[in-house]
Nanobody, 114 residues
Framework: QVQLVESGGGLVQPGGSLRLSCTSA???????MKWYRQLPGEQRELVAG???????DYGYSVKGRVTISRDPTKKTVYLQMNNLKPEDSATYYC?????????WGQGTQVTVSS
């Protein structure tokens, strides 16, 4: 069983920044970690991914504004989001696929509003 715990969401003004964290008690250094976001009634959208070898991938709508990184010593994956826009408002989820199972955290809410 893999548990993922997201944190760092909140209310921020347009143009502001947030750093989301995803922590696990399991060493996930050798697995691809991803961040998704979801609005009520909509499908989850890939925001960013981080491969175990250091590769990264970003969703088109956030490219250039977000950075995914990981700290293996803290078993944590980060999502730094800058120049936030109202359309970035969503619940953000951390994800890992391990042993054929897809694990998700409980999500952290991001609201971008003035």
């Amino acid at each position: 069983q893999v548990q993922l715990v997201e944190s760092g969401g909140g209310l921020v003004q347009p143009g502001g920044s947030l750093r989301l964290s995803c922590t696990s008690a399991t060493d996930l250094s050798f697995y691809t970690m991803k961040w998704y976001r979801q609005l009520p009634g909509e499908q989850r959208e890939l925001v960013a991914g981080s491969g175990s070898g250091g590769s990264t991938d970003y969703g088109y709508s956030v490219k250039g504004r977000v950075t995914i990184s990981r700290d293996p010593t803290k078993k944590t994956v980060y999502l730094q989001m800058n120049n936030l826009k109202p359309e970035d408002s969503a619940t953000y989820y951390c994800n890992v696929v391990l042993g054929g199972f897809s694990y998700w955290g409980q999500g952290t809410q991001v609201t971008v509003s003035s």
